[in-house]
Structure formats: C-alpha cells, structure tokens
C-alpha cells in the first residue's frame, strides 16, 4: 500500500492552466496504472484518464487534446497537465492507484 497526495489545484480564469501532482510514498513501482478522478458539485465521481508504468495514457472524451497525464517514476509522481480549462472541470481532482486515494485537490474555474 501506498500513501497519495495530490496538491496543484485553485482558482482559475476560463482558458487557463494547472498542473497538478500527485505525490506516492512507498511501493510506487507496484503503481503498473495510475489514475485521475474528478467529482464536480453534484456530479458522479468521473474516471478522467489514466496512464501506465511506461506513460501510455487515456482520456475521457470531453478532456481530450486539452489535458496531458504524464509520470516521474523516479520521483514517484503522477501529473495531470490540464489547459484551456473550462468552467465544467471544475471539480475535485483525485488520484487512485490499486486501490489507494488522494485526499483530493480543488480545481475552480471561474470568471
């Protein structure tokens, strides 16, 4: 087992950018996929994308072409690159690997 710490989220402007992390302490080769959720305000939790030990990754369709998930296996860290954002992702951001959560991240895009 392993502990997930994302950080990275805030407030945001429509068509801007963050990156958030996700950081694992302990066992992160056993990690093979890591995962991003995200739950916006009434809404089920939603599997975002996901991304494999050696960086192969997919999305969901509606984030597609604007998000970029990316690993440091290295330094036991997953990333979620997300630009032009939209008011719809607004929401908390998760990761998840075998089991284990994040306590998740805000991400607000707003005007």
């Known amino acids: 087992q392993v502990q997930l710490v994302e950080s990275g989220g805030g407030l945001v402007q429509p068509g801007g950018s963050l990156r958030l992390s996700c950081v694992a302490s302990g066992s992160f080769s056993r990690l093979y996929v890591m995962n991003w959720y995200r739950q916006a305000p009434g809404k089920q939790r939603e599997l975002v994308g996901s991304i494999t030990w050696g960086g192969g990754a997919n999305y969901v369709d509606s984030v597609k072409g604007r998000f970029t998930i990316s690993r440091d296996n290295a330094k036991n860290t997953v990333y979620l690159q997300m630009n032009s954002l939209i008011p719809e992702d607004t929401a908390v951001y998760y990761c998840?690997?075998?089991?284990?959560w994040g306590q998740g991240t805000q991400v607000t895009v707003s005007s």
């Open positions: 998840h690997s075998a089991g284990v």
